[in-house]
Structures are given as C-alpha cells and as structure tokens.
C-alpha cells in the first residue's frame, strides 16, 4: 500500500510541475474567499467557464478551485493537460470578524476525486486562536488523501494577535518561514504563501520548507504588470517552485498575454521587461 499511494503522490504532483519543478497555477477561490465583488474589474471573469477556457488557452500548469466551480466548469478541463486542484477549506467575509481567522472544511476528499482531482488543498492559518481546529482539519484531510495517494496542498498563512504585536505584520519573513516550516513538518506536498518582502529572507522560507516546494500566493492586482512579473522572478530567483496567481490574472481585461509572461518567468528565467515586452505588455 505505502509504495502504491507513494507513487500515486508523486505522478499527481508531476501534473501541476514541468520538469523544471516549477508550476504557475492559476488560483479561483475568490467568490468564496473575499467575495463575488472580486470580479467587479472585469465582471464577465465571475463565470467560471469564461476565465477557465482563457488560462488554459494561455498554457497555465494547473488551477485552483472550490469544488462548485469545478463542477460548474468541469468540462473546461476534460482532456486538457492542467492539474486540478480542489481546495477543501474556506471561510467568507461575511461572518463575524472575529471569527475570520477560521477556515471550515467545505468538502470532501471523495468529492474531490469524483471531480477529477489531482490534488486536495486547505488553509492553516498560523497563529490563530483557531490554529488548532485547522491543524486538525488538515491533518484529517491529508491522511486520507495520503491513503488514496492524492497529494495535499498546505496554505500556510501566518495570521492571528500575536504574531501582530510580536512582529508586526504577517508578511514577516521569520513568521513566513514557521508558517512553511509547520507545513512541511505536517507533511504537506506543496505550500502556499506570502512573500517576505526580498529574495533573500523568501530564499530562507524555501530552505525552512526542506524540500516541499514553496509557491507564492499572488496578492492584489498590481497596477503595472511589469511589477508583478518582477515579483515572480524573485520567487524563482529565489528558488520558489512558481506562484499561485488570483487577481492579477482574472482582474486584467485580457488575461493571457500576462499568463504568457507569467509563464516565460517562471519556465524560462526570462528578464521580467523581455518576458513583458514579448508578449505586448510594455
Ligand atoms: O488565499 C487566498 C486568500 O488569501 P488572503 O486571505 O486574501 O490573504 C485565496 O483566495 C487566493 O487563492 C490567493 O490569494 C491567490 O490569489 P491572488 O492573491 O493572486 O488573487
């Protein structure tokens, strides 16, 4: 069994990594995440089927998704090379604040696969006073995926009062780097998270993660492409496995040209102002 599903874990992830063991995945948790108010830039995107048909048109490595969205738009991704990623945790803006440093378990590892899944994610959020019941859930997730040899994504975002009053922000790099550091040592495959500001301290989170690939969570919509584009190559620089990207995608009018750099950063190590510039960006 232990060599079965070892197996089925390592082919799963090889569907979102090219062989440069990098991956660009395009993140659509939003509507859920922060709210369908995400999409006001550019409102045709909130269908599913429309943004999908475009990422992966533009050669995208995987996506990202709560398991409605890939039912909605699942026959976007029949026969199409993308990984499929299907997030089993999420919490709304609209419940009370307090209780917004709390992800849920809105799914199943079983739904996932029906869905064609090729790996399962979930958010912890460290520091919270809810840290615990997310650890839980994420351990509970990953085991069964683990069995069923379905490789399991760690969100770790440090999040929570004292890492405020103790460093400031929680982009801080030391807690970046426990946050990371927590994941691979629950035994995720991938982590997800905030970049630390410079190459060097983000260089320190993929060292602390010993291995399991680190990808940036993308952030809001930069107003000049170039900016994020040079954000990206930092990760890489900074030996970061490739980025998971929301808003500067689906909130451009015309995605593609910016997952066509995206994509020549990320595989290619090419300059940010060439990659821009070659694809009519600049
Ligand atoms: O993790 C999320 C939200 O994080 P957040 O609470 O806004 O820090 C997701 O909704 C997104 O998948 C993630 O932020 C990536 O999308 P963009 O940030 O690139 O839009």
């Given at each position: 069994?232990?060599?079965?599903?070892?197996?089925?874990?390592?082919?799963?992830?090889?569907?979102?990594?090219?062989?440069?063991?990098?991956?660009?995945?395009?993140?659509?948790?939003?509507?859920?995440?922060?709210?369908?108010?995400?999409?006001?830039?550019?409102?045709?995107?909130?269908?599913?089927?429309?943004?999908?048909?475009?990422?992966?048109?533009?050669?995208?490595?995987?996506?990202?998704?709560?398991?409605?969205?890939?039912?909605?738009?699942?026959?976007?991704?029949?026969?199409?090379?993308?990984?499929?990623?299907?997030?089993?945790?999420?919490?709304?803006?609209?419940?009370?604040?307090?209780?917004?440093?709390?992800?849920?378990?809105?799914?199943?590892?079983?739904?996932?696969?029906?869905?064609?899944?090729?790996?399962?994610?979930?958010?912890?959020?460290?520091?919270?006073?809810?840290?615990?019941?997310?650890?839980?859930?994420?351990?509970?997730?990953?085991?069964?995926?683990?069995?069923?040899?379905?490789?399991?994504?760690?969100?770790?975002?440090?999040?929570?009062?004292?890492?405020?009053?103790?460093?400031?922000?929680?982009?801080?790099?030391?807690?970046?780097?426990?946050?990371?550091?927590?994941?691979?040592?629950?035994?995720a495959d991938m982590i997800k998270t905030?970049?630390?500001?410079?190459?060097?301290?983000?260089?320190?989170?993929?060292?602390?993660?010993?291995?399991?690939?680190?990808?940036?969570?993308?952030?809001?919509?930069?107003?000049?492409?170039?900016?994020?584009?040079?954000?990206?190559?930092?990760?890489?620089?900074?030996?970061?496995?490739?980025?998971?990207?929301?808003?500067?995608?689906?909130?451009?009018?015309?995605?593609?040209?910016?997952?066509?750099?995206?994509?020549?950063?990320?595989?290619?190590?090419?300059?940010?102002?060439?990659?821009?510039?070659?694809?009519?960006?600049?």
């Amino acid at each position: 069994m232990e060599a079965y599903n070892n197996i089925g874990i390592r082919r799963r992830l090889r569907r979102f990594f090219r062989r440069d063991g990098r991956a660009l995945i395009f993140a659509m948790d939003h509507g859920f995440e922060h709210g369908p108010t995400d999409f006001e830039e550019n409102w045709e995107h909130i269908n599913p089927k429309i943004i999908i048909r475009k990422v992966i048109r533009a050669g995208i490595d995987g996506v990202m998704m709560l398991p409605g969205i890939a039912r909605i738009s699942g026959e976007e991704l029949v026969g199409k090379d993308v990984g499929l990623m299907i997030k089993l945790t999420s919490k709304t803006e609209l419940r009370p604040k307090e209780e917004w440093l709390m992800q849920d378990q809105l799914g199943f590892v079983e739904d996932a696969i029906k869905l064609g899944a090729d790996a399962v994610a979930a958010t912890v959020y460290w520091g919270s006073p809810y840290e615990g019941a997310m650890m839980r859930q994420f351990a509970e997730i990953a085991s069964y995926a683990h069995d069923l040899g379905y490789p399991v994504v760690q969100f770790a975002y440090p999040r929570g009062p004292y890492i405020n009053e103790k460093y400031g922000k929680k982009e801080d790099y030391r807690v970046v780097m426990y946050g990371a550091r927590a994941a691979a040592e629950m035994g995720a495959d991938m982590i997800k998270t905030y970049w630390t500001g410079s190459r060097e301290t983000f260089a320190k989170v993929v060292d602390a993660a010993s291995g399991v690939p680190v990808l940036l969570s993308g952030g809001a919509k930069t107003d000049n492409p170039l900016d994020f584009l040079k954000l990206v190559w930092e990760v890489i620089e900074a030996g970061g496995s490739g980025a998971v990207v929301g808003r500067n995608i689906f909130q451009r009018e015309n995605p593609e040209p910016m997952i066509r750099a995206l994509l020549r950063v990320t595989h290619r190590n090419e300059d940010p102002e060439e990659a821009a510039k070659a694809e009519g960006l600049l």
